[in-house]
């Protein structure tokens, strides 16, 4: 898994969706992007090569709506390639996510909180994150860059939602 960075907006990051992923796993730069850095000698993560790396440091997304568990986060010095967002992670706490070809979507409790686009050269979801800010992704937001962006969905939120609310 390698980053594009050409193509994450400035004051961005990029963080991987993923299904296969147990815990979230952030690259040790990343720390001041997160919220509540505790540096330790955890775990050790393993990795699709069978090969494993040792965890530096625990944080959490700053992402609203989610319990501290569904932020919590490892950091690892090892990581040089990409962030992974664990889709486990968050159903565990409640989450719905929708992944269509094209698209991803977190719901919890009829808010969107996450959306990504489907990297077809690796099979995972790009993920946005802003750097050094609460990610504040909400209906607004996303209305408001449907509105400037026709491509943006081909779903409109309120779909969204109604789809993930009907699959309970």
């Not at 490892?74 to 968050?90: A, C, M």
């Not at 802003?130 to 209305?143: D, E, G, H, L, V």
Request: positive net charge; proline residues 4%.
């Amino acid at each position: 898994l390698s980053l594009n960075n050409s193509l994450v907006p400035e004051n961005y990051i990029l963080a991987k969706g993923d299904s296969g992923a147990s815990k979230h796993c952030f690259a040790l730069k990343e720390q001041q992007n997160l919220q509540h850095v505790r540096f330790i000698q955890g775990p050790e993560i393993k990795l699709p090569n069978d090969s494993t790396i040792q965890t530096t440091a625990t944080g959490h997304i700053p992402i609203k709506n989610l319990s501290k568990n569904a932020t919590k986060t490892y950091l690892l010095k090892d990581l040089k390639q990409t962030n992974l967002i664990s889709l486990g992670q968050l159903c565990d706490d409640g989450c719905h996510i929708l992944l269509t070809k094209k698209k991803l979507y977190v719901c919890k409790e009829k808010q969107l909180l996450l959306q990504g686009y489907r990297n077809h050269a690796d099979g995972l979801w790009d993920i946005t994150l802003p750097q050094k800010i609460p990610i504040k992704i909400n209906a607004m937001i996303f209305q408001k860059n449907q509105i400037k962006n026709k491509s943006f969905t081909s779903l409109p939120l309120k779909n969204v939602i109604n789809v993930i609310n009907h699959r309970r």
